[in-house]
């Protein structure tokens, strides 16, 4: 075990795309973390707000105010602290679609490959029926339909599809590790499904999921942008970079760029980081690529 | 194999002869492209009584009366004149040798038709002013009698926009069809409706008044505000209403283009409930609230300019305005003053609802509204949706603090302040737009007093007693008037005086 | 086979049926489309009537009911906003989103497949590595990040190309009008159609890449290396041929991806499609329109799948669908 944890670490401190990504994420998520001690303003405290700030430029452009680093938004925001505490409504639906639908996909995928028959039918024919319609456009319709704003509903929204990918991925490493030696020598052995379950087939199935869950990570974040930017995301009172850059379409003909590029690549940067992990975890824990180096 | 690929390439070049011989241009490019905000809901006249579809129609239809382009004044169209004999009874003569796109004649019948077509809500939205009629009589193809059920003395500032169908070809014809296809006697004639997307006119050589200057007209569709400009700046369009006021620096700075202002009518206040038990019964407390919006701040930074600041919740034309009233200042100091006379210096919290979808800015007006209470101890959460549900749950009586713009189309006081002020009452029909379900007797009191007042100015008098009594005692808080913004490109030489309705009325306009 | 199809059908009929029925449940949390279609000036007991007219009034599963039974007969009601029937708005905005969407495949699947191939047969070279971090950027990218862009640049910058609507459309019969055939048409097309086709490119390159690499190392590969064939050879006739199968299946599966980000892409260039229609249906709470486009969707997407699923069959002799 420890030889195998050596040789993933070896592994990722040679390949600078893989310590990149890592980096990214770690700086971005711990901003988001920190937001409160390290963004210069609060952005959604209303007292320090003032309307007679906005729609400055950066601090470096003509007419800039050293006070906003990024410049201001419409009503005065500082654009710096709104881009890290939308880091935060960003991550805040990205871990919590990830662990909400994770936890519920593994656990079908893990019943539905273990017991198949009518279960496995009914919940892999609804995964691919929910796959077909793709995550983005379901979100899209149950939350255009819904029209109710707030994050948990968000959350929700994106769950409702999203738990198919840990489902399938789950069933098919489940079906493939079922038959190994040492889970015919375990039942043989007398040991029950759940005791199988738990502590031999999961932790065997695992790895392809991390790798689902990077990816997801990304794509959720990605999604809540796009939600927020048509309009059906997260409420106005919630920071987020999709509406920051919703709100900002409506001034690129007036020439205040910085409304769009700075949480536009802020939020480009951040699942760029996401993916090149991702890459880096599929030819790790992809045993045939393996071979074939 | 080279058989093979002789034979596709002839069927190749046969199919594209075939599309481009298949193809009709569109037509040649139209004289005048406008871009509007808001695309009408359908080509059926009554569909909609508001400006969007109004608008396009007045070029299509006419109605018996139409209004004036630079005062706004009612006078004759399809009616020659008419006649009020008695408070119920209206006599319409009509305009002889006039034909609808389709040849048909002008008559009577198609007024009668028009009439009472508006009662079908399936059909109209203006159920209201069809079932106020009692009877419709023709003596002869020329003269139509209306009989109304009960006085109505604005029934004529309604006539430039009921505008008038053709009985046969309507009856003969599906809805569907009626709603993309419409025949009217206007100075245009629609040559392609797409829905949503654009309208393309064509010159009516036989209009009764003679053809328009402008012989080809294209309306655009375009809901986004900045696209709207970009299609302007890109020669794309001549002619742009609701310029958006984030770009209406840019538009200034541009030599090519030239802005056109004109106050809107339309005013934005924000409802406060009066209902006993909530924080805002006391009047002092809304008094507060009032003074703690810097709305002369808004007017600067959020609406650029482009709004003048409202001491009421109806606009200087409205019979009932009153020049009396006088905007409370903003004066934060005082605020707090008067929430610690209410025994609320440590402050409350209330919800703010509204639109993001419907005002100018609104979306951002909530927004600085939440800040400016905020700075006099006030917690304002926000809660803010698009249109389509947020007036829902106003109807539904779930807000108590929201947000809500006005005007009314005939420029009575009397319908907003019924609707919005007095207290809910169904069986009569009032405080239908009463959100907050507020109530004050005496106001209801002044108002119903109006209802049996026949003299015109005793009865303007005690209008403008009532809204002065509801602003008075904070009722809502005003906002600002919006202003219509429109821009125009100069190379053209396109004539265009911005009218009080909004309307873009192609045949008075022209080109140099 | 025959079974296999029957019960694709079957299951299909129950999603088409389950949507529509979520449809109808979500429909009480959207707002009362009523009051915009009685108008600002309309009173409480007028709203009621128009309630009753459309049957409003009733409780969603005799609405549901109501539908169905209708739609079954082709009816898909009348648009509560524009009182045209529902089907017609559909029907009309479909040249107009087939087009865009047709243009962003061919050009995604063109260059996705055809640079994926070249990267993989020289995977060293810089330009591949470029290339490839370049596809990874495309998938990082969200869709109406890509658009406001392309605005910024090309319409806003740089004034070359237009920012927003079909331009000249050409008539082709009596509802198709075409963006292929005018200037003005092909010049509307470039930038949506190129920010629909960027994450898609993305997409397929990304997996032709990965599905060469391991083609390229198969046995027969190796064997027809051996041969002495001419790499295009190998590369095209013996190993793309392999690639494609899985790149075509994965293209059609995503059919949803490709709907949903077309929706986006035509609120951002404001494209008169059917996502457009879909999206300021959304916002009136169009009920009708809501309803008839999503089962239209549902339709469209489940019989893509059982295409799919039927080629990947013919082209795979090893399955079997019992």
Known sequence: MSQRKNRFLYDFFRDPAAILGAAIMIVFTAAALLAPLIAPHDPYDLKTVELGDSLKPPAWEEDGDPEFLLGTDDQGRDILSTIIYGLRTSLTVGFSVMLLAGTFGVIIGLLAGYYGGILDAVTMRTADTVFAFSTTLLAILFLGLFKQSGVGIVILAICIADWVRYARTMRASVLEVREEAYITAAKATGANDFHLLLIHLLPNALPPIFVIMAVDLAAIIMLEATLSFLGVGVPITKPSLGMMIASGKNYIYAGNWWLIVFPGATLVLFVLGLNLLADWLREELNPRIQRSR | ?512 | MLTYLTRRLIQGVIVLLAVSFVCFIIFRYMGDPVISMAGQYATAAERDEIRKIFGLDQPPYVQYWRFLTNALRGNFGISYETRLPALGLIVERIPASAELAASAMVFAFTVGVGLGVLVSANPRAWLSRAVMAGSLGGISIPTFLIGIVLIMVFAVQLGILPPFGRGETVKLGNWWSTNFLSLDGLEHLILPAFTLGMYQLAVLLRLTRSGMREVLTTEYIKTAWAKGLSPARVVFKHALRNVLIPVVTVAGLQFGDLIAFSLVTETIFQWPGLGNLLLTSLYESDQPVIVTYISLVAVFILTINIIVDLLYALLNPKIRYG
């Open chain 2, 1 to 512: 194999m080279r058989i093979k690929t002789v034979i596709s390439c002839i069927g190749l070049i046969l199919a594209l002869c075939g599309g481009f011989i298949a193809a009709e241009p569109s037509f040649a490019a139209p004289a005048l492209v406008v871009a509007v905000e808001s695309a009408p809901r359908s080509m059926n006249p009554h569909s909609e009584n508001g400006d969007a579809t109004l608008g396009p129609m007045t070029n299509i239809f006419d109605g018996l009366m139409q209004r004036q382009k630079s005062d706004g004044k009612i006078v004759p169209a399809l009616a020659e004149k008419y006649e009020h004999p008695d408070p119920l009874t209206w006599k319409f003569y009509l305009r002889k040798g006039v034909k609808f796109h389709n040849g048909n004649p002008f008559t009577a019948a198609d007024v009668k038709y028009t009439f009472e077509r508006l009662t079908n809500p399936e059909v109209s939205q203006f159920v209201n002013d069809g079932k106020a009629i009692a009877s419709i009589e023709t003596p002869d193809d020329y003269t139509v009698i209306v009989k109304t059920k009960d006085p109505i003395p604005w029934f004529i500032d309604n006539m430039h926009q009921v505008f008038i169908m053709d009985k046969e070809s309507s009856e003969s014809r599906s809805e569907g069809d009626i709603g993309v296809a419409p025949i009217g006697t206007g100075a245009y004639k629609v040559t392609e409706y797409v829905k949503g997307s654009h309208l393309k006119l064509e010159a009516n050589p036989n209009y009764w008044e003679g053809a328009p200057p402008i012989k080809n007209v294209e309306m655009k569709f375009i809901t986004e505000p900045s696209t709207r400009f970009a299609a302007l700046a890109s020669g794309q369009a001549e002619l742009i209403n609701g310029v958006p006021v984030e770009l209406i620096d840019k538009v200034k700075e541009n030599k090519n283009l030239e802005v056109m202002r004109r106050p809107a009518r339309r005013a934005i206040f924000l409802v406060v409930t009066n209902r006993p038990g909530t924080p805002t019964a006391d009047p002092r407390v809304r008094k507060a609230m009032s003074m703690a919006i810097n709305e002369d701040e808004i007017i600067k930074k959020l609406m650029r300019g482009q709004a003048s600041a409202a001491s009421q919740m109806v606009d200087p034309p409205t019979v009932g305005y009153s020049p009396d009233i006088k905007r409370l200042a903003y004066n934060p100091q005082e605020a707090l003053k008067l929430l610690k006379e209410a025994g609320l210096e440590k402050g409350f919290e209330i919800t703010l609802a509204g639109p993001n979808d419907r005002y100018v800015m609104d979306k951002q007006i909530c927004e600085a509204v939440a800040k400016y209470l905020a700075k006099v101890g006030i917690k304002v959460n926000l809660d803010v949706k698009p249109k389509s549900i947020y007036f829902t749950e106003v109807m539904e009586n779930k807000h108590d603090f929201y947000m809500m713009g006005w005007f009314d189309g005939t420029y009575s006081g009397a319908r907003t302040f019924f609707r919005h002020l007095h207290s809910i009452d169904k069986n009569a029909g009032y405080g239908d737009w009463n959100g907050s379900r507020s109530s004050d007797k005496d106001i209801d009191q002044v108002l119903e007093k109006t209802n049996q007042i026949v003299d015109k100015t005793q009865y303007v008098k005690t209008l403008q007693e009532a809204n002065k009594m509801a602003m008075e005692r904070v009722r809502v808080i005003p906002l600002h008037y919006q202003m219509d913004l429109y821009a125009v490109a100069k190379k053209n030489g396109l004539q265009f005086t911005p009218r009080p309705d909004q309307w873009f009325v192609f045949k008075d306009m022209s080109k140099k």
